[in-house]
């Protein structure tokens, strides 16, 4: 089974596909005029909302995701603007470390929002997973993208960075979510 997974970032298309390996579901990329506003207040709604968007472009049932990285002394920041933290991976991980400094508390965790939706709209079905830890003092690890050089998981010592693609897989918040939205997909189609 095909669905469309409603992203520009190849990065989370090869993870998911990864994740779903011999679940019979494979991932493929939405049209290339894929290019959505994500404009909710949730990481529910945004989900909800490039779902919809790749869905209708390709006439078949959609699946995104919506996540981010929520710092506990930080109000939740960067939260739903985790992406557009800075301009770049390197200058996100700079800012955040820059605003941590010299600060103990150091909670922190990962958020993934799904929707799976047909192409009128209908949502389908809708997960979440999390990832809990704390935000290192320094990077460490070349693996994974975005904050995974900085995020060191519960009863871990090391960043996300410094796992394997599959060990990260079985504890990431996207690995969480998928896993549920995949038992749904399996048992309902």
């Known amino acids: ?3 469309v997974f409603a992203t520009g970032n190849k990065n989370k298309l090869k993870e998911v596909n990864e994740i ?11 049209p290339p005029s894929f290019s959505p506003s994500e404009t909710g207040k949730t ?7 490039k779902a919809f968007e790749a869905a209708k472009l390709s006439g078949a049932m959609s ?6 990285l929520c710092v506990e002394t930080l109000n939740g920041a960067p939260g739903l603007y985790s992406a557009r933290y800075a301009e770049t991976q390197e200058l996100r991980i700079q800012k955040l470390l820059k605003e941590l400094d010299g600060i103990t508390n150091r909670n922190a965790y990962f958020i993934c929002a799904m929707t799976l939706t047909a192409p ?10 999390y990832c809990r830890g704390k935000i290192a003092f320094t990077p ?8 995974d050089p900085i995020f060191v998981p519960d009863s871990y010592k090391i960043t996300l960075a410094q796992f394997s ?3 990260k897989n079985k504890l990431s918040h996207r690995g969480n979510a998928l896993r549920e939205m995949l038992a749904y997909i399996t048992a309902s189609f």
């Open 1 to 3: 089974m095909e669905i």
């Open 43 to 49: 990481f529910e709604e945004n989900s909800y909302i």
């Open 120 to 129: 009128d709209g209908k949502i389908i079905h809708q997960t979440t997973g």
């Open 63 to 68: 699946l995104a995701d919506d996540s981010g």
């Open 20 to 30: 779903a390996e011999g679940s019979n579901v494979t991932f493929i990329l939405p």
């Open 165 to 167: 693609d599959a060990e």
């Open 140 to 147: 460490a690890g070349n693996n994974g993208f975005g904050y």
